[in-house]
């Protein structure tokens, strides 16, 4: 059973610092990942991927992922009250095409962000 | 340029009814995938949909099938419908062999089963 975890949370973080946000994923051929946010009542938008080893930066946002240690986390720099929301990490287990990716969801982290 | 478009936004059917979900994709993007959300929960893949053919699909029984159109839209068909279906459906579009990592995902639809 190819499985993702994350912690439910809640995570609270005060408004400026950083925010980490951690999952672990069950098997070593995964190739790509994924983190999704999700506004309460709102579908997932795609904030980050990576499939390389080490760190992907992005604006406010890293991906670090360590494929020996099967991890993949998420860091928000200067927290922001619209971060609040639910981060779901996502794994594709599959050949690493693009655009037929059949991921994998963990349940999700719920953010806070505290003003 | 219009994302992905899914209709109803919310339904409500009764138990061992018939449901059909609809779904456009994002202008240019040619494969439709589809997930379960239980509330809660992550999204679960369904199935995923490529010129016209069904070609990956999830742990699902056969109450679940699928359709697309030659135009990429798609439709999710769930027969005998259970208290369990209850969820929020997301249509998935994406550029099969792109360098487009990742879906766009639709608004969804809210599937209530009384």
């Known amino acids: 059973q190819k499985e993702v975890e994350q912690n439910s949370g809640p995570l609270s973080v005060p408004e400026g610092a950083i925010a980490s946000l951690n999952c672990t994923y069950s098997d070593r051929g995964s190739q790509s990942f994924f983190w999704y946010r999700q506004y309460s009542g709102k579908s997932p938008e795609l904030i980050m991927f990576i499939y390389s080893n080490g760190d992907k930066e992005d604006g406010r946002f890293t991906a670090q992922l360590n494929k020996a240690s099967q991890y993949v986390s998420l860091l928000i720099r200067d927290s922001q009250p619209s971060d609040s929301a639910t981060y779901l990490c996502a794994v594709n287990w599959g050949v690493a095409n693009f655009g037929n990716e059949k991921l994998t969801f963990g349940t999700g982290t719920r953010l806070t962000i505290i003003p | 340029d219009a994302g992905v478009t899914q209709s109803p936004t919310h339904l409500i059917k009764t138990r061992g009814q018939q449901v059909t979900l609809r779904c456009s994709p994002k202008?240019?993007?040619?494969?439709v995938s589809w997930y379960q959300q239980a509330l809660g929960q992550g999204p679960q893949f369904i199935f995923q949909y490529y010129e016209e053919e069904e070609r990956q699909r999830g742990n699902f029984p056969d109450r679940f099938s699928g359709h697309q159109f030659p135009n990429y839209s798609s439709e999710l068909n769930v027969n005998a419908l259970l208290l369990g279906d209850s969820a929020l459906y997301l249509c998935?579009?994406?550029?099969?062999?792109?360098?487009?990592?990742?879906?766009?995902f639709g608004s969804g639809t809210r599937l209530t089963v009384v």
């Open positions: 998935a579009s994406s550029f099969r062999d792109r360098t487009n990592y990742g879906y766009t």
């Open positions: 202008s240019g993007h040619d494969t």
